[in-house]
T-cell receptor, first 116, second 112 residues
Framework: SAVISQKPSRDICQRGTSLTIQCQVD?????MFWYRQQPGQSLTLIAT?????????ESGFVIDKFPISRPNLTFSTLTVSNMSPEDSSIYLC?????????????FGEGSRLTVL | AQKITQTQPGMFVQEKEAVTLDCTYD???????LFWYKQPSSGEMIFLIY??????QNATEGRYSLNFQKARKSANLVISASQLGDSAMYFC?????????FGAGTRLFVKA
């Protein structure tokens, strides 16, 4: 298992600003992911955070809007840049601890962003 | 490409009765996993049950069981003896190729 801490847990942001969300895991993990959950919607994968290299983004998400860092095996950040009200969502960090490609996903508690 | 579908936006069930939440999927990976997560109003994602693509038997975890029909590409969640605390969103998820995608979710309402 893994314990994941996300900061901030919630924030209210002004249009046009940027916010960085931090994700800290209590153990080294193989895979780290960032998801977005818009109000009343399911979880959508933004990107896979790769340790020591550029993140792998899903269709519809770009690095300029959602830059991601992963300097080591326990920490990652997601920045939401130049925010608009449409970016109001819960952003979730998640990890897989095993080596198989079918491992359970563990989630942080999420960061709830409201953009005014 | 992977795809996962939940066709029931909402479901009602009487307390103490069983309920089935539907999930179908599509993937070209021979090795994959299917998960169900519960998301109460607090927003946390709670793991319920897992089924591997090579598992011969259907997974069970307490009151939760997964009705896995590989040929039909379905992985329905069965909750027995529903409780009021089961009222929540339920997401089916497909993992393969080191990536997990989620269905649209089903909101379950348990009536007293």
């Amino acid at each position: 298992s893994a314990v994941i801490s996300q900061k901030p847990s919630r924030d209210i942001c002004q249009r046009g600003t940027s916010l960085t969300i931090q994700c800290q895991v209590d153990s080294q993990v193989t895979m780290m992911f960032w998801y977005r959950q818009q109000p009343g919607q399911s979880l959508t994968l933004i990107a896979t955070a790769n340790q020591g290299s550029e993140a792998t983004y899903e269709s519809g998400f770009v690095i300029d809007k959602f830059p991601i860092s992963r300097p080591n095996l326990t920490f990652s950040t997601l920045t939401v840049s130049n925010m608009s009200p449409e970016d109001s969502s819960i952003y979730l960090c998640s990890v897989v601890t095993g080596l198989t490609n079918t491992g359970e996903l563990f989630f942080g508690e999420g960061s709830r962003l409201t953009v005014l | 490409a992977q795809k996962i579908t939940q066709t029931q936006p909402g479901m009602f069930v009487q307390e103490k009765e069983a309920v089935t939440l539907d999930c179908t999927y599509d993937t070209s990976d021979p090795s994959y996993g299917l998960f169900w997560y519960k998301q109460p109003s607090s927003g946390e994602m709670i793991f319920l049950i897992y089924q591997g693509s090579y598992d011969q038997q259907n997974a069970t975890e307490g009151r939760y069981s997964l009705n896995f029909q590989k040929a039909r590409k379905s992985a329905n969640l069965v909750i027995s003896a529903s409780q009021l605390g089961d009222s929540a969103m339920y997401f089916c998820a497909l993992t393969g190729g080191f990536k997990t995608i989620f269905g649209a979710g089903t909101r379950l309402f348990v009536k007293a």
